[in-house]
């Protein structure tokens, strides 16, 4: 299908109609083909599929997490276009891709222009907003609750695409912490995180609350990096915090020893995965406590479903009420609910009313 100069369309290539399907948007007007985000998982296996998108003039990343941005081998097949995304995750990009800077604020990519905010989820964090047809905004992943990370309020927007991994679950971070704190009184307790996300939120959670923790060399890395690279991403003067927590928390050393905080997320790999062998291997130490998705395919799956591993989440996305204000203080009359099934999705849809929901993978405007 052409699209005509002041028309606009936006096709979810992936990330719409499934539960944490990578995310990948296409965004076509003006002349212009824009790629939003090109994730990989967090499944074991999902990637987006790009084979029949053809050459797009950019690719804009909202974050670097990889369920965003970590299918980047697969750019030849869209062209090689050069690559936008915050300049603290530049030299963090596959080698050989042309990676360009975005600006907090104004920008422009192949004549459109784009307004970035920080959207209170990662370091290098931006909501997008592309000045066509109105304003189309694509929040990424965003969270209004954390204690870490800042959020900007979007500007008004003619169309939304959603992070509604939560779907229509409206707990609050308050709760959350209450129950996390709870599940707290096993020793020796092990945390696996993402180094570059939640990490850092459940780290300095901890250091203000004055509990004694561990924590692995990826994880010491990450605090120090975000400190000193991404700070303009924090509130406050949690910059400081998190670089006392660098040099302080002890090591994190070959067996759990009281609270351990060790990367990756799913035990897949790293200390995590050294620290949880026996826990993997079923003879029950040390007691393991996942606070994100549970990716399919992983050890972090198979230790929950066997109950070797408890459960309790920590907001990192959008909880109900906070879409639903999203959708009212943009003034959004189209609205596209991601990363959530389809059954999800119709029971959000009467909630963001009078804004029509976006019930296929492909919309048109102008």
Same mark, same amino acid.
């Given at each position: 299908?052409?699209?005509?100069?002041?028309?606009?369309?936006?096709?979810?290539?992936?990330?719409?109609?499934?539960?944490?399907?990578?995310?990948?948007?296409?965004?076509?007007?003006?002349?212009?083909?824009?790629?939003?985000?090109?994730?990989?998982?967090?499944?074991?296996?999902?990637?987006?599929?790009?084979?029949?998108?053809?050459?797009?003039?950019?690719?804009?990343?909202?974050?670097?997490?990889?369920?965003? $941005?970590?299918?980047? @081998?697969? =750019?030849?097949?869209?062209?090689?276009?050069?690559?936008? &995304? *915050? %300049?603290?995750? /530049?030299?963090?990009?596959?080698?050989?891709?042309?990676?360009?800077?975005?600006?907090?604020?104004?920008?422009?990519?192949?004549?459109?222009?784009?307004?970035?905010?920080?959207?209170?989820?990662?370091?290098?964090?931006?909501?997008?907003?592309?000045?066509?047809?109105?304003?189309?905004?694509?929040?990424?992943?965003?969270?209004?609750?954390?204690?870490?990370?800042?959020?900007?309020?979007?500007?008004?927007?003619?169309?939304?695409?959603?992070?509604?991994?939560?779907?229509?679950?409206?707990?609050?971070?308050?709760?959350?912490?209450?129950?996390?704190?709870? $599940?707290?009184?096993? @020793?020796? =307790?092990?945390?696996?995180?993402?180094?570059?996300?939640? &990490? *850092? %939120?459940?780290? /300095?959670?901890?250091?203000?609350?004055?509990?004694?923790?561990?924590?692995?060399?990826?994880?010491?890395?990450?605090?120090?990096?975000?400190?000193?690279?991404?700070?303009?991403?924090?509130?406050?003067?949690?910059?400081?915090?998190?670089?006392?927590?660098?040099?302080?928390?002890?090591?994190?050393?070959?067996?759990?020893?009281?609270?351990?905080?060790?990367?990756?997320?799913?035990?897949?790999?790293?200390?995590?995965?050294?620290?949880?062998?026996?826990?993997?291997?079923?003879?029950?130490?040390?007691?393991?406590?996942?606070?994100?998705?549970?990716?399919?395919?992983?050890?972090?799956?198979? =230790?929950?479903?066997?109950?070797?591993?408890?459960?309790?989440?920590?907001?990192?996305?959008?909880?109900?009420?906070?879409?639903?204000?999203?959708?009212?203080?943009?003034?959004?009359?189209?609205?596209?609910?991601?990363?959530?099934?389809?059954?999800?999705?119709?029971?959000?849809?009467?909630?963001?009313?009078?804004?029509?929901?976006?019930?296929?993978?492909?919309?048109?405007?102008?």
């Amino acid at each position: 299908m052409s699209v005509k100069t002041e028309d606009a369309r936006l096709t979810a290539v992936s990330g719409f109609g499934g539960t944490k399907l990578p995310a990948c948007f296409l965004l076509e007007g003006r002349g212009s083909r824009i790629l939003i985000d090109l994730g990989e998982g967090p499944d074991e296996g999902v990637v987006a599929d790009v084979s029949g998108v053809g050459r797009v003039d950019a690719l804009v990343l909202s974050h670097g997490h990889g369920d965003h $941005a970590g299918a980047l @081998r697969l =750019l030849p097949q869209v062209g090689d276009p050069p690559v936008y &995304a *915050a %300049e603290p995750l /530049l030299p963090r990009l596959p080698k050989g891709v042309q990676g360009r800077p975005l600006s907090p604020g104004a920008n422009e990519i192949a004549g459109i222009p784009l307004v970035t905010g920080r959207p209170g989820h990662a370091p290098g964090a931006f909501w997008l907003r592309f000045g066509i047809g109105g304003g189309l905004l694509y929040m990424g992943d965003h969270c209004r609750e954390s204690c870490l990370f800042a959020y900007d309020a979007p500007p008004r927007s003619r169309c939304v695409i959603l992070d509604a991994s939560y779907g229509t679950d409206d707990t609050p971070q308050e709760q959350r912490i209450a129950e996390f704190e709870a $599940a707290l009184s096993s @020793r020796p =307790l092990l945390l696996p995180l993402p180094a570059y996300g939640r &990490a *850092a %939120e459940v780290a /300095l959670h901890l250091a203000r609350s004055g509990r004694q923790f561990r924590v692995c060399e990826s994880i010491r890395a990450a605090l120090r990096w975000m400190a000193d690279t991404a700070a303009d991403w924090l509130c406050g003067d949690t910059a400081r915090e998190l670089l006392e927590v660098a040099n302080l928390a002890p090591p994190a050393g070959d067996e759990a020893d009281g609270l351990v905080l060790a990367a990756a997320a799913q035990c897949e790999k790293g200390a995590s995965a050294r620290l949880a062998r026996g826990a993997i291997a079923g003879d029950g130490s040390p007691a393991i406590l996942f606070t994100g998705y549970v990716s399919k395919g992983t050890p972090a799956a198979t =230790l929950v479903a066997a109950g070797r591993a408890g459960y309790c989440c920590w907001n990192v996305h959008a909880r109900l009420s906070e879409n639903v204000d999203l959708v009212r203080s943009t003034g959004a009359e189209v609205v596209m609910p991601c990363f959530c099934d389809i059954p999800e999705v119709n029971r959000i849809a009467p909630l963001l009313a009078p804004a029509r929901t976006v019930t296929q993978n492909v919309f048109s405007w102008s």
